[in-house]
């Protein structure tokens, strides 16, 4: 693995405005956030910033949306930051520091399958690889999501997998069911073993809970995708975002600074070790 980049100097959050805000999930909401003074931010898929909530903290949160004026995120409230974020009214005011991180390598991928697996908040990391793809849709092969939830109710962008559906290959599944649920029950790494993909040139993109990373990892690699073409998204315990703080250090890696995108072959044996 490359040693750890340079921290970066913390510059200071620019402030943006909340132009629209819909909700996902009992817990889950989607801001899209316009610059108040200059001009857009242009992050590339994978890349997150980090979200001051004036008053109350700040957080990694990966960019969810397209290329465009808005800044989108896709946020869970699981915290006193987060919960902030999702309840901030359009009009309302945030910090933001970034684009920061790496980025997912969509690029590579040109002329061979994509594999997107995704669990849980997971797929708004993935989201921006999906809009690239079918951008650009006659430069890849086949296209494949594979997506999971804890329930139907957890599934977030309802309405693009719909839409997805009529360009690229969707498979989604959850882990307990409703009533009205009529499609798969099940964890997602095994949707993989019957997903349509070419092993010997897919490139996997896959990001949801590091036990669901790992069990993806290993089904991928099973049905012979090699370690260096599976890439996952790591934000362990990011605090500062610019490689100050130390927090998200694992092993000789520094998340905020080398990642958050990895191979699994780069970063296997590290997830080994646990977050404190």
């Not at 919960?83 to 590579?108: F, Q």
């Not at 804890?150 to 989604?172: G, K």
């Not at 069911?177 to 349509?196: F, M």
């Not at 290993?218 to 073409?229: C, D, F, K, N």
Request: charged share 20%; net charge negative.
């Amino acid at each position: 693995m490359a040693a750890a980049a340079e921290p970066l100097v913390a510059e200071p959050p620019r402030p943006f405005r909340v132009a629209a805000r819909r909700q996902e999930t009992h817990d889950t909401w989607t801001l899209e956030l316009a610059p108040v003074g200059g001009g857009p931010l242009d992050p590339s898929p994978g890349q997150f910033t980090m979200i001051y909530a004036f008053g109350v903290g700040e957080v990694p949160i990966s960019v969810s949306g397209p290329p465009g004026e808005a800044l989108v995120h896709t946020v869970r409230a699981v915290g006193p930051v987060t919960e902030a974020i999702c309840s901030a009214e359009p009009g309302a005011t945030v910090g933001i520091r970034g684009p920061l991180g790496n980025a997912w390598p969509i690029e590579e991928a040109r002329g061979c399958d994509v594999v997107v697996v995704a669990g849980g908040i997971g797929l708004a990391p993935l989201r921006p690889v999906l809009y690239r793809a079918l951008a650009d849709r006659e430069q890849y092969g086949r296209v494949v999501l594979l997506y999971g939830g804890r329930t139907p109710a957890d599934l977030l962008y309802a309405d693009e997998l719909e839409t997805w559906r009529e360009a690229i290959d969707v498979d989604v599944t959850v882990d307990a069911a409703d009533e009205a649920w009529n499609g798969k029950v099940g964890v997602v790494p095994k949707l993989i073993a019957t997903a349509e993909l070419d092993p010997a040139t897919a490139h996997a993109f896959v990001c949801g809970p590091e036990i669901m990373m790992r069990f993806a990892a290993e089904a991928l690699e099973e049905r012979g995708v090699p370690a260096e073409r599976i890439h996952v998204s790591l934000e362990r315990d990011m605090r500062c975002g610019v490689g100050h703080c130390g927090h998200c250090q694992l092993g000789p890696t520094l998340i905020c600074l080398d990642g958050p995108v990895y191979t699994w072959a780069e970063i296997e044996r590290l997830l080994a070790v646990r977050s404190l």
